[in-house]
Nanobody
């Protein structure tokens, strides 16, 4: 059974930083595409970034240069380093895992971790 457990969310002021983690069990992060999504009230869920098995990454335009997705295969954990946070980054952040190396269509989801950025 696949489980994805996020941690690292919290409340910060604009300009601050947070690092989210997604610990996987029953799933090998090295073998597949994984992604971070976010959803704020009244909006749809949007992909923030994804990373494929080779390590190649892709980012939403709104977070390019500020967010970095990475994974530690030895810890079977996905990360999202966020710097220069803005109030518009406030959202529930979800870890997502694909059943394939590509495309990166989520099959498994974490429970989410809240990020709140105040101005």
């Amino acid at each position: 059974q696949v489980q994805l457990v996020e941690s690292g969310g919290g409340s910060v002021q604009a300009g601050g930083s947070l690092k989210l983690a997604c610990k996987a069990s029953g799933y090998t992060v090295s073998g597949y595409c994984m992604a971070w999504f976010r959803q704020s009230p009244g909006k749809g869920r949007e992909e923030v970034a994804h990373i494929i098995s080779s390590g190649q990454t892709s980012y939403a335009n709104s977070v390019k240069g500020r967010f970095t997705i990475s994974k530690d295969n030895s810890k079977n954990t996905l990360y999202l380093q966020m710097i220069s946070l803005k109030p518009e980054d406030t959202a529930m952040y979800y870890c997502a895992a694909s059943a394939f190396t590509w495309p990166c269509n989520p099959r498994y989801w974490g429970q989410g971790t809240q990020v709140t950025v105040s101005s």
